[in-house]
C-alpha cells in the first residue's frame, strides 16, 4: 500500500514538472503585453505615494504549459499621481528621470481570466499592498496639485510683504512638496522665485502684469510649512525660511500650462492652455550592442535599447512603450524650451491671467 501511495506520488510529481516546464517566449507577444499590464495594474493599486508606474520595456518573458508567465521588464514613473483615477495607460513618462526600475512578475492567464500572483518593483521605501498606509503620516503630491495653490499663494504673498527686495517676486519651480492630516492640513514644500518687473513702491501685490525680469536674474528659494483648514475660515498659518539663489540640486523645470499661484482656485479654467508634442530626440550616436550582462551606463542608453529587437534573441527587450525624452542637467531652460512654439510643459503670460 505504502509503495503504491510512493509511485502516485511520484507520479504526480512528473506530471506537475512536465506542466511547470517554462519555455521562452518573444518580448513583444500580446499576451506578454497583456500580462504585464495587469502586473502594473496590480503594483499601481498599491501604490499610495508619489506616481504611478508605466511600461517602458519587457526584458524577458517565459510561459509554462500550466499558464504561468514570468515576466521581467522595466519601468518609469508616469505624470500620474499615485491617487490619480487615470490609469497608467493614459499617462506619460516623467522626464526628469534617469534610470528605468526595474520590475518583475509571475501572472497566470488563461482563456478568460488574467491573474497576478506576484509583482515586484525595485524602488526604495515604497508603500506595497502587504503594508497599510500610515494614517496622519506626510504623503506626497504633485509640484502642480490643486491642493498647492493656496498655501503656496500665501507663501509667496508672504514672502513679498516681509522682504527687503525693492521688487515683488514670483514663482519659478516648486521642488518637493506632502500633505499631512493634522487638525486640519498640513502642508511642507519648497519652492524658488524671480525677480519681477513691479517695483514695490508702485504694487502692493502680484497681479497679471507682473512679469519675470529678463534684465535681472534674481532668484530666492524658500521651505515653507502652511497649516490650513479651510472648513474653519481660518487666515493660513504660514512658516517660512527663505534664502538668497535658487534651489539647490533641483533640475530646472518649467510649470505646467495653466499652473500659477495668482489663478482664482474657485474658476476652473475653461480651455487648457495649447500644447504640441516635445521635440523629438536628436538621433543617438551607433553604438555596439552590448553583452547580455553589462550595467547601463548612459542616459542614451537608456532612451534607446542598446540592441536591435530585430536582432537580438525572442525581440527582447521590446520597444519602448513610448518614447522617453528626458530633461538634461545643466541644460538652460532656453535650450530645453525651443522659441518657436509653445511645448508641452512651457510657461507663457496667459498663465498668470485669472
Same mark, same amino acid.
Given at each position: 500500500m505504502g509503495r503504491a501511495l510512493g509511485l502516485c506520488a511520484l507520479a504526480l510529481l512528473q506530471i506537475t514538472l512536465a506542466l511547470s516546464a517554462e519555455v521562452l517566449i518573444f518580448c513583444d507577444d500580446p499576451t506578454v503585453d497583456k500580462a504585464v499590464t495587469s502586473a502594473l495594474d496590480l503594483f499601481n493599486k498599491g501604490v499610495y505615494t508619489g506616481h504611478k508606474l508605466a511600461l517602458f520595456q519587457v526584458t524577458f518573458a517565459s510561459k509554462a504549459e500550466n499558464g504561468s508567465y514570468w515576466l521581467k521588464f522595466t519601468t518609469r514613473r508616469s505624470n500620474c499621481s499615485a491617487t490619480d483615477p487615470t490609469p497608467w495607460t493614459d499617462c506619460d513618462y516623467l522626464a526628469i528621470d534617469k534610470k528605468p526600475i526595474k520590475c518583475n512578475a509571475t501572472v497566470h492567464m488563461n482563456e478568460t481570466d488574467t491573474d497576478t500572483e506576484h509583482v515586484e518593483c525595485q524602488i526604495e521605501g515604497l508603500a506595497t499592498p502587504g503594508k497599510a498606509q500610515c494614517m496622519g503620516c506626510p504623503e506626497d503630491i504633485s509640484e502642480n496639485s490643486e491642493d498647492l495653490k493656496v498655501p503656496l499663494s500665501v507663501s509667496i504673498s508672504k514672502y513679498n510683504s516681509q522682504s527687503d527686495h525693492t521688487h515683488l517676486f514670483t514663482l519659478h519651480e516648486v521642488g518637493q512638496a506632502t500633505r499631512q492630516v493634522v487638525?486640519?492640513?498640513?502642508?511642507?514644500?519648497?519652492? $524658488?522665485?524671480?525677480?519681477?518687473?513691479?517695483?514695490?513702491? +508702485? #504694487?502692493? $501685490?502680484?497681479? +497679471?502684469?507682473?512679469?519675470?525680469?529678463?534684465?535681472?536674474v534674481e532668484f530666492a528659494n524658500c521651505n515653507s510649512t502652511v497649516d490650513m483648514a479651510p472648513w474653519r475660515q481660518e487666515v493660513p498659518n504660514v512658516q517660512l525660511n527663505c534664502e538668497s539663489g535658487p534651489m539647490p540640486g533641483i533640475i530646472l523645470r518649467r510649470r505646467p500650462?495653466?499652473?500659477?499661484?495668482?489663478?482664482?482656485?474657485?474658476?476652473?479654467?475653461?480651455?487648457?492652455?495649447?500644447?504640441?508634442?516635445?521635440?523629438?530626440?536628436?538621433?543617438?550616436?551607433?553604438?555596439?550592442?552590448?553583452?547580455?550582462?553589462?550595467?547601463?551606463?548612459?542616459?542614451?542608453?537608456?532612451?534607446?535599447?542598446?540592441?536591435?529587437?530585430? $536582432?537580438?534573441?525572442? #525581440?527582447?527587450?521590446?520597444?519602448?512603450?513610448?518614447?522617453?525624452?528626458?530633461? #538634461?542637467?545643466?541644460?538652460?531652460?532656453?535650450?530645453?524650451?525651443?522659441?518657436?512654439?509653445?511645448? +508641452?510643459?512651457?510657461?507663457?503670460?496667459?498663465?498668470?491671467?485669472?
Amino acid at each position: 500500500m505504502g509503495r503504491a501511495l510512493g509511485l502516485c506520488a511520484l507520479a504526480l510529481l512528473q506530471i506537475t514538472l512536465a506542466l511547470s516546464a517554462e519555455v521562452l517566449i518573444f518580448c513583444d507577444d500580446p499576451t506578454v503585453d497583456k500580462a504585464v499590464t495587469s502586473a502594473l495594474d496590480l503594483f499601481n493599486k498599491g501604490v499610495y505615494t508619489g506616481h504611478k508606474l508605466a511600461l517602458f520595456q519587457v526584458t524577458f518573458a517565459s510561459k509554462a504549459e500550466n499558464g504561468s508567465y514570468w515576466l521581467k521588464f522595466t519601468t518609469r514613473r508616469s505624470n500620474c499621481s499615485a491617487t490619480d483615477p487615470t490609469p497608467w495607460t493614459d499617462c506619460d513618462y516623467l522626464a526628469i528621470d534617469k534610470k528605468p526600475i526595474k520590475c518583475n512578475a509571475t501572472v497566470h492567464m488563461n482563456e478568460t481570466d488574467t491573474d497576478t500572483e506576484h509583482v515586484e518593483c525595485q524602488i526604495e521605501g515604497l508603500a506595497t499592498p502587504g503594508k497599510a498606509q500610515c494614517m496622519g503620516c506626510p504623503e506626497d503630491i504633485s509640484e502642480n496639485s490643486e491642493d498647492l495653490k493656496v498655501p503656496l499663494s500665501v507663501s509667496i504673498s508672504k514672502y513679498n510683504s516681509q522682504s527687503d527686495h525693492t521688487h515683488l517676486f514670483t514663482l519659478h519651480e516648486v521642488g518637493q512638496a506632502t500633505r499631512q492630516v493634522v487638525a486640519g492640513f498640513r502642508f511642507k514644500f519648497n519652492f $524658488d522665485m524671480r525677480r519681477t518687473d513691479c517695483a514695490k513702491a +508702485e #504694487h502692493k $501685490d502680484l497681479h +497679471e502684469l507682473c512679469k519675470i525680469d529678463p534684465d535681472n536674474v534674481e532668484f530666492a528659494n524658500c521651505n515653507s510649512t502652511v497649516d490650513m483648514a479651510p472648513w474653519r475660515q481660518e487666515v493660513p498659518n504660514v512658516q517660512l525660511n527663505c534664502e538668497s539663489g535658487p534651489m539647490p540640486g533641483i533640475i530646472l523645470r518649467r510649470r505646467p500650462p495653466g499652473w500659477s499661484p495668482l489663478r482664482n482656485i474657485l474658476i476652473e479654467r475653461s480651455t487648457p492652455s495649447p500644447q504640441t508634442p516635445p521635440p523629438s530626440a536628436a538621433p543617438a550616436k551607433a553604438k555596439e550592442p552590448k553583452s547580455w550582462g553589462k550595467e547601463e551606463s548612459s542616459e542614451e542608453d537608456l532612451v534607446q535599447p542598446s540592441v536591435s529587437r530585430d $536582432d537580438s534573441p525572442f #525581440h527582447c527587450p521590446s520597444k519602448p512603450w513610448k518614447q522617453f525624452v528626458p530633461v #538634461h542637467a545643466g541644460r538652460s531652460e532656453t535650450e530645453a524650451t525651443p522659441t518657436e512654439a509653445p511645448v +508641452e510643459g512651457a510657461f507663457s503670460d496667459l498663465d498668470l491671467l485669472s
